[in-house]
T-cell receptor, first 112, second 113 residues
Framework: DAGITQSPRHKVTETGTPVTLRCHQTENHRYMYWYRQDPGHGLRLIHYSYGVKDTDKGEVSDGYSVSRSKTEDFLLTLESATSSQTSVYFC???????????FGDGTRLSIL | GDSVTQMEGPVTLSEEAFLTINCTYTATGYPSLFWYVQYPGEGLQLLLKATKADDKGSNKGFEATYRKETTSFHLEKGSVQVSDSAVYFCALYSGGGADGLTFGKGTHLIIQP
């Protein structure tokens, strides 16, 4: 399995609080991604990174920010969590934009 | 924009039955196509891929052929097992926008003994 660790694996928090999810990789892959998975929607891209300090928006980026200060770490932040952001969040990595992506085990986030 | 359409299910089959999960797509240019599988409580695992027209991807008895004329990438397996029960996602990468994958909504497959 690709060396991808997501933390925390589960989190319950309240509306309006800040939340940061972490993705850590040991594969030295250039690309990292954050997706959310919701029933009836499949997976949708939130943000992605194509190098240290190089990030861009995906399909559902509103309400989320990201940072990548090191190759191995990609952080997803919800500045002020809302109930609509309750979801399962997956990190993925790839060697190139057109290469297969490898996924972490996900973070289940519940916002009450 | 890009999109992927697949049957959502659940699809219920008996063990040793033949499996087909349909996937069609809309994309700019010549996308790469993928099938991923997700077991309960886990992340997605790459099952197979195809990068150009008429390519056939295969893995663990599963196959899919990239059909550009019908914009399809149907997943097939000749004889399914209970252990194949999972959610299957069809996805594409076209490079036409954000550098991520565009996924279908997933097909929940249930194999009964």
């Amino acid at each position: 399995d690709a060396g991808i660790t997501q933390s925390p694996r589960h989190k319950v928090t309240e509306t309006g609080t800040p939340v940061t999810l972490r993705c850590h990789q040991t594969e030295n892959h250039r690309y990292m991604y954050w997706y959310r998975q919701d029933p009836g929607h499949g997976l949708r891209l939130i943000h992605y990174s194509y190098g240290v300090k190089d990030t861009d928006k995906g399909e559902v980026s509103d309400g989320y920010s990201v940072s990548r200060s090191k190759t191995e770490d990609f952080l997803l932040t919800l500045e002020s969590a809302t109930s609509s952001q309750t979801s399962v969040y997956f990190c993925a990595i790839s060697q190139g934009s057109n290469q297969p992506q490898h996924f972490g085990d996900g973070t289940r986030l519940s916002i009450l | 924009g890009d999109s992927v359409t697949q049957m959502e299910g659940p699809v219920t089959l008996s063990e040793e039955a033949f499996l087909t999960i349909n996937c069609t797509y809309t994309a700019t240019g010549y996308p790469s196509l993928f099938w991923y599988v997700q077991y309960p409580g886990e992340g997605l695992q790459l099952l197979l891929k195809a990068t150009k027209a008429d390519d056939k991807g295969s893995n663990k008895g599963f196959e899919a052929t990239y059909r550009k004329e019908t914009t399809s990438f149907h997943l097939e397996k000749g004889s399914v097992q209970v252990s194949d029960s999972a959610v299957y996602f069809c996805a594409l990468y076209s490079g036409g926008g954000a550098d991520g994958l565009t996924f279908g909504k997933g097909t929940h497959l249930i194999i009964q003994p």
